[in-house]
């Protein structure tokens, strides 16, 4: 049987408290909330930590969805089905749910978090791609107070991110913005897997022509890509079948995946070109449409 070593067990009741626990014990300690991730590192003896503090009573501070003039904000506690459930993520940002639907299994999703997503870094991670298609930024609490960072600047490796020891993701803020919409394209090999390449796209509209756009994909390098030459083929461009052709093309060039288990890197390349053309598409129709269309 696949047992952790053992470890010492504490229950946080504030953020605060949190931020003091881990600032005291240093890196012999780690934050769980639905562990999804972490258990499985600890059984396996790939992670050992002598403490786990347990933050799932901070609910109130951090389990929010919350929707503000020019902004939404969403605490890092939020599980992955209030994601999915959520009327005003839906109208807001469509890939979302989108993505949601293709995460795990129920059992995950009732438990498992936002900012456990992110924090895994996991360059195959659905939430991280819909976060950097939406330019998210993420607000990082430690001892000498917040500190907001760009999802760029989030992520400095592969499982490695900018948040320090004694610090913890509190808050994603995802910008508002009008005539709008975005989508979530993924491939996996069995229903709830990693992908094997995905594609979040939002796009918004200024008349007939896009005036912005952001494509974000998982699973073809070290870190969740974002991808700024797309941006800047499509802005001041209508929509077209070319034009998608022309963000595929870019996305498959300038994405670096790996030959492994999943699939081979020409493979995934042309994935990613397939995947950004009908998440583009599927962004710009539904500007037209109803939410959850």
Not at 46 to 69: C, K, Q, S, T
Not at 165 to 184: K, M, Q
């Amino acid at each position: 049987m696949q047992v952790p070593a053992p470890f010492e067990y504490e229950r946080a009741t504030s953020v605060d408290q949190a931020i003091g626990l881990l600032d005291r014990l240093g890196d012999t300690a780690r934050i769980i909330a639905g562990g999804h991730s972490l258990l499985p590192m600890m059984k396996l003896r790939l992670a050992n930590f002598e403490y786990l503090i347990d933050i799932n009573d901070l609910r109130d501070e951090m389990g929010h969805i919350i929707v503000e003039p020019g902004q939404i904000r969403i605490g890092a506690l939020a599980r992955h089905r209030e994601l999915l459930e959520s009327r005003e993520l839906l109208e807001a940002f469509p890939i979302f749910a989108d993505a949601e639907r293709v995460i795990a299994d129920p059992v995950v999703r009732n438990r498992g978090t936002l900012g456990g997503s992110l924090c895994q870094a996991d360059p195959s991670e659905d939430l991280s791609a819909v976060c950097t298609t939406l330019d998210a930024s993420c607000v990082i609490r430690g001892p000498a107070g917040e500190r907001v960072v760009t999802m760029t600047e989030f992520y400095v490796g592969p499982y490695e991110t900018a948040v320090g020891p004694a610090e913890i993701l509190t808050e994603v803020h995802f910008p508002l913005r009008p005539n709008g919409s975005s989508a979530y394209e993924k491939v996996d090999r069995r229903a709830g897997d990693w992908a094997v390449v995905s594609s979040g796209a939002a796009v918004w509209m200024d008349g007939d022509v896009i005036a912005d756009a952001r494509v974000g994909l998982a699973a073809v390098g070290p870190n969740t890509t974002g991808l700024p030459e797309i941006s800047h083929a499509l802005r001041g461009q209508a929509p077209s079948e070319e034009l998608f052709a022309r963000a595929g093309a870019i996305a498959a060039r300038s994405c670096r995946p790996v030959t492994d288990q999943r699939g081979s890197a020409e493979y995934k390349r042309h994935l990613a070109d397939e995947l950004t053309r009908r998440a583009l598409r599927r962004a710009v129709a539904r500007i037209a449409t109803p939410a959850g269309v």
